[in-house]
Structures are given as structure tokens and as C-alpha cells.
């Protein structure tokens, strides 16, 4: 029989509990005053706590930031991957439109979390490798969709551009790590993908198209299933 775990004892869990606190308030200074004017003293002031005391749980502002920019993408990867599991296996289009729109929703309802993670960086801040992993769960939830497709007897429509060689390198470097059953041409498709819905939601939340896109879900809904049938996902 494994060894279990030994129980938490109580002064991790109330380190836990004012750990949370602490994030909740940083995410009010983000909605209030951005990633840029994030600061821990401001946080310790609203949470009636001296500056030395918040510095017991993140050393430095960067250290929360990260905790903040690791949850964000932890949420945002979870409710991609809770969507995308309620989809027949067999349905590619769908799975893949279940995650571009739980992605969606998860931006709508957490816009200041989305701004913090696909928004302008924050100067002076350097994210850690700690962050990649977490920044991956969609990525990887999307080339696992491909992947699955493709063995399923999917395939994309014929390119009709030429692969640039340092592109090629970059997609056979990337599907040695990731991918190996699809193709650069297809590593490529499922890069452009990602890009392109990260940078459909931005373009909403950021007003980018006022104007110009007045009903915005079906205009995401058009767009996204005109990249599913790029990526090969319709038979």
C-alpha cells in the first residue's frame, strides 16, 4: 500500500487561505490599475496588513505576478479542457469550438485576468519557466485535437504557400517535443489557430472592431469554424 500523505496541518492551511486572500486583492489592484501599477504595499493597505507581513508570502511583486499570471492560465486551461471533454470524441469541429468558446466565455467573464496574460507585457516583469507549462494546456489541447483528427483520416486542404525554411525548422523542432504524427505543414496550421483565436478575443475585449462587428459571437463562430476547416477538423 503507497504511504499516505501526512495531514496539513493547520498553519499551512491558514497560510493557503491568506495566500488566496492575497491574490484576491492583487486582482482588484490589476481591475482597478492594470499589471503595470500592480504593488504589494497597495495590496497590504487595503488588506490592512503591514508591508513586511505580505512579503512572508510573495517576495517581491514579480513572485505575485506570477502566482496571478500561473492561476490565470490554470483557470482559463481548465474551463478549455472541462468544455472540450463534453464533446463526442468523434466530433472534431465540435471539440475544437467547445474550446475556442470556453475560451471566449472565460475572457468575457475575467477580462482584466485575459489582458494580464495576453496583454501588453509588464515592464521590468520576466516570466519564470514556471509559467510555460500552464500557458500550454490549450496549445496542447489543440494539437491533441489534431492529432486525433488526422489518425481518424482528417486531413487539411491542400496549402498553396510556400513553408519558408526557418518556419519548417521551427514546426519540426516543435513536433520532436509535442506532436511527432503531424506534419510542419500542419504543426504551422495549428500555430496560426492559436494565434488567431487569442488574437480574436483580444481584438473583442479591447474594442478593436466597434463599429465594424456589432454581434460579435457570430462573427467568432464564423471565424472559428473557418480555422477549424483549415486545421482538417471537418471530414
Do not use: N
Not at 514579480?62 to 499570471?69: G, K
Not at 491542400?158 to 514546426?171: I, K, L, Q, T
Not at 462573427?219 to 477538423?233: K, S, V
Amino acid at each position: 500500500m503507497a504511504p499516505q500523505s501526512a495531514p496539513r496541518t493547520a498553519r499551512a492551511r491558514a497560510r493557503d487561505e491568506l495566500s488566496r486572500e492575497i491574490k484576491d486583492a492583487a486582482r482588484r489592484q490589476l481591475a482597478e490599475h492594470g499589471a503595470a501599477g500592480l504593488s504589494l504595499r497597495a495590496v497590504a493597505r487595503e488588506m490592512g496588513m503591514v508591508s513586511s507581513a505580505i512579503y512572508r508570502y510573495f517576495p517581491s511583486r514579480d513572485d505575485l505576478l506570477t502566482a496571478l499570471i500561473i492561476d490565470s492560465y490554470d483557470a482559463l486551461g481548465t474551463a478549455a479542457e472541462q468544455a472540450e471533454a463534453g464533446a463526442r470524441r468523434g466530433d472534431f469541429p465540435g471539440r475544437w469550438m467547445a474550446v475556442v468558446r470556453a475560451a471566449r466565455r472565460w475572457a468575457l467573464a475575467r477580462p482584466q485576468e485575459w489582458a494580464l496574460i495576453f496583454g501588453s507585457p509588464v515592464p521590468g516583469y520576466q516570466a519564470p519557466s514556471d509559467t510555460v507549462d500552464p500557458a500550454a494546456r490549450i496549445p496542447l489541447l489543440v494539437l491533441r485535437i489534431c492529432s486525433q483528427a488526422t489518425a481518424a483520416g482528417h486531413s487539411p486542404p491542400p496549402g498553396r504557400r510556400p513553408m519558408p525554411r526557418p518556419v519548417r525548422s521551427d514546426m519540426k523542432a516543435l513536433g520532436q517535443i509535442v506532436a511527432w504524427q503531424l506534419s510542419e505543414a500542419d504543426l504551422a496550421r495549428a500555430v496560426l489557430a492559436w494565434t488567431e483565436l487569442i488574437g480574436s478575443i483580444s481584438f473583442e475585449l479591447f474594442g478593436h472592431l466597434h463599429g465594424v462587428v456589432r454581434d460579435y459571437e457570430p462573427y467568432f463562430d464564423y471565424q472559428m469554424r473557418g480555422i477549424g476547416e483549415d486545421l482538417g477538423l471537418v471530414p
